[in-house]
């Protein structure tokens, strides 16, 4: 159970008066104890020696006038009155008749008497037998005129003297109830306007751990409670200030890792991940929050355990390279560094990098070089080959044969010269180098005007090109000459590849703000596993045939960077030994 401060003063304050109250208490009923009892003591002691003169005066016979004077000196001071022979024989005694007085006890040995009698006057406390009830009794000694000495004796029952202390006490204790009614209603009042502050401030404070930071306590006063809310307020103010210093550190850190291309992942030394950014769970196609989860719950490559308990083992940075099966092949180089302060692990910090890309560049690079070391290769040998043998002697022994040298020589170094041209062009396409000249394109002017370019190698093939299709075309945003190189491509790949007397022919859809063209043939196809590969650089389905045809291996290629600057797409449909259909689409004009 919780006490307010409130309750906590008030008790104290309470406490306090409490202890102050009963020690006064204590102290008042003790000293007015002890001053009521030796006043009444005097008091009856005077009263005494009063007595001891009337009876001095009264009394000619002790045993003739004792009882009547003890009657007379009892009614005037209300006390009861003994008076004793020098033997110890009561000889008169207020309390009780004449005619019993042979009755009582001797007195001689009472305390009072004997005190009385060594030094002139006595007095004691004790318990009356003849009338049953405490005493205060006071003795001196008498002697009458007529020279007959005794004892003169006061007693005061202790009644009287017990009921004025239970007034005393009552009166104290009246006192006491009164003061400590007051006290609590002052104490109430003390406490609540001294715990006011504080309960200002508790609250206050409340909202500053919150996160209200601009919220301060009010200074009203200058001694501690003040200097206490003065001091919060400057915390608060420096909370405020460092919390707007981590939130934006945070929100620098949050963007940074937002934007970071490398997946990141920070883990403690179990492995649980505390932190991941987007491209991590991106890379590892996570679409929900791993935070608070362990490593190998997200993932089951091993080489990725491996290298956590590696670098968790050894307390050293590694680098490694993985190869993850997520969907697709991916390739990555992970960074793994240690956490660790004052030479103790507390976690692990592992940069992703997906390479990827990199490694498809690389083989692409490598095909690439070898391809066209291949290509190249083919007519550079042929024409040294016949250049060599026109040389030897050939020119002038055998013009006929010379001549058939030279015409290979011409079609191998043509071939050579169409092979360096489309790499160049395909250079500048992805470079970014080409500017196109966009403008407005008639499609089926520009397709009939290819159609007629190859016009005399299709009737060679036997092989008519159906440009009826793009009559009423939309008009194409392209640049022309372009564009006229596009179908150039597609045209000629047809007419290569479809069989003697068959067709080609061109189509068109709208595709909303596209326009789609396609050339269709009807030759051998393309098989599946060709398809995602067809417009790679050198990539041939049938190189042998290709080569016989004096192709490159570079036109579809070339195709496909020019419809993507264009801002389109392309593709191609194929069934197997049924015709194939390429297509791509541009905007319209």
Known sequence: ???????????????????????????LSYTLDTHLAEEIRENLASETRLARLIAQRNIGDMRRDAPRTASTISDEIRARVTIILADGVVVGDSEVPPDQLGTLENHLQRPEVQAALRSGSGSSVRYSATIRTPMLYTAVPLKTAAGEGGILRLALPLTSLEKAKASIRTLLAASLLIGLAIALVLSYILSRVTSRSLRTMTTLATQIGSGEFTRRIPVTTRDEVGELARVMNEMSARI?????????????????????????????????ITLVNPAFLELFALSENVEGRHIIEITRHPALHDAFRSVVASGSERLEELTLGLGEERHVLTHWVPLTEEGKLHGVVAVFHDITDIKKLEKIRRDFVANVSHELRTPVTVIKGYAEALIGGTLESDPARARRFIEIIYSHSDRLAALIGDLLTLSRLESGMLRLELTGVNLERVARHVAGLLEQKAAVEKITIDCAPLVGAPTVLADPGRLEQVLINLLDNAIKYSPSGSAVSLMVSDEGAMVKVGVKDTGIGIPPADLARIFERFYRVDAARSREEGGTGLGLSIVKHIVQLHGGSVGVKSVHGKGSTFWFTLKKA
């Open 1 to 27: 159970m919780r006490f307010r401060i409130q309750w906590k003063l008030m008790a104290s304050y309470l406490v306090l008066v409490l202890f102050i109250g009963g020690v006064f208490f204590a102290y």
């Open 240 to 272: 405020e200030h460092h919390m707007e210093q981590i939130s934006a550190e945070k929100a620098r850190l949050d963007t940074i890792l937002r934007g970071m291309g490398e997946g990141l992942m920070v883990s403690d030394a179990r492995g649980e």
